[in-house]
């Protein structure tokens, strides 16, 4: 069994590909904090959420104090790394949950990515960006694919979303 | 694990990306809070703060990063 927790940014640029539902075979629940769920608008992201939360897919994440305190405090520590992206509270919130609940992070957000990498404390939380959830479903062959870079590409075309060139190379070299 | 210095190149080399394949043309010509946020998030490409900016939701900011063409690189 396996939770993750997404925040806003993976959630849009994920719900637009095709194969989204995909995203169930790797956890048996996705966390949505209701900071995240507040930034979604359009009807076909809000339709997709509204049904992975009635089939239990998806489940929704309600902020307590404490993670709310730390989640403050995780903001303003990163800004205190000159030059470093800071991360803001939606995906502080995502942070706090995988370090404190042991949740996988779904972010695209390089800022929660320097964090987890940065800050000792945060070294142990997994957060995977959709190139490691595209990664991890080709490996565990849920995606038949001939050419996983064609994989990785359609989902660059679909959502808008570039892949680093070297890590995307990396990750097709390693399939 | 990557350190300081080899973050703070993937964010150079991922804001050469946005610079160079942002529509200037339609960034210009957006009402100037708008502008201002497609342009702060050339600059940083922080999809939070840039909707905070914009006075819109992230996803409502995410689709008019869209129609700019500034790519989301991560």
């Known amino acids: 069994m396996s939770f993750a927790i997404a925040d806003t940014c993976f959630l849009i640029d994920w719900s637009s590909w095709r194969r989204r539902n995909l995203l169930f075979r790797l956890f048996t629940t996705v966390f949505v904090p209701e900071t995240v769920l507040r930034e979604v608008e359009s009807e076909d992201v809000v339709e997709w959420i509204a049904g992975s939360l009635a089939s239990g897919n998806l489940s929704l994440f309600t902020e307590t104090p404490d993670i709310l305190g730390e989640a403050r405090h995780l903001v303003e520590r990163t800004r205190l790394i000159p030059r470093v992206r800071g991360v803001d509270i939606p995906e502080a919130v995502c942070l706090v949950a995988g370090r404190r609940r042991g949740y996988t992070v779904l972010t695209e957000n390089r800022g929660a990515l320097m964090a987890a990498s940065l800050l000792e404390e945060y070294r142990g939380v997994k957060v995977w960006r959709a190139l490691e959830i595209i990664y991890e479903l080709l490996r565990r062959r849920l995606i038949p694919a001939e050419s996983p870079a064609a994989v990785f590409k359609e989902y660059e075309k679909e959502t808008g979303h570039i892949f680093p060139k070297g890590d995307l190379e990396n990750a097709v070299r390693r399939l | ?74």
Do not use: C, H
């Open chain 2, 1 to 74: 694990m990557t350190d300081i210095r080899g973050w703070l190149r993937l964010e150079e080399e991922a804001r050469k990306i946005r610079r160079s394949e942002a529509d200037w043309k339609f960034i210009e010509e957006q009402p100037a809070r708008v502008k201002a946020a497609l342009k702060y998030y050339v600059e940083t490409g922080d999809l939070y703060v840039a909707s905070r900016i914009a006075g819109l939701t992230v996803e409502g900011f995410n689709n008019l990063r869209k129609r700019a063409k500034i790519p989301n690189v991560i």
